[in-house]
Nanobody, 119 residues
Framework: QVHLLESGGGLVQPGGSLELSCAAS????????MGWYRQGPGDQRELVAT???????NYADSVKGRFTISRDNAQNTVYLQMNRLRPEDTGVYYC?????????????WGQGTQVTVSS
């Protein structure tokens, strides 16, 4: 019902930067939360950052001060600017969408994009 299209992953050296983007289409609610989660090798999927349509943000402690999440509500697109990247930032980054209905919370995921931080 909601489709998420991700882009921007790749290989970068430690200390470098990347920007991820995710565009939502379909039955997108006016109020929603979009964000990014990641899964490193052998790890569980974990929160990176989220942003509500009103602009409120939430960051994992490990990325705060280095990553910035933003969104364009007119385009239903969320961005993640990643600076001063570290090898431990390596993983598959998944775009996430959440919206509450009268009876339930709807959640959708992108297919993921690989981010590799290595020399």
């Amino acid at each position: 019902q909601v489709h998420l299209l991700e882009s921007g992953g790749g290989l970068v050296q430690p200390g470098g930067s990347l920007e991820l983007s995710c565009a939502a289409s379909g039955s997108v609610f006016n109020v929603n939360v979009m964000g990014w989660y990641r899964q490193g090798p052998g790890d569980q999927r974990e929160l990176v950052a989220t942003i509500v349509t009103n602009g409120n943000t939430n960051y994992a402690d490990s990325v705060k001060g280095r990553f910035t999440i933003s969104r364009d509500n007119a385009q239903n697109t969320v961005y993640l600017q990643m600076n001063r990247l570290r090898p431990e930032d390596t993983g598959v980054y998944y775009c996430n969408y959440r919206a509450r209905t009268v009876t339930t919370m709807k959640e959708y995921w992108g297919q993921g994009t690989q981010v590799t931080v290595s020399s």
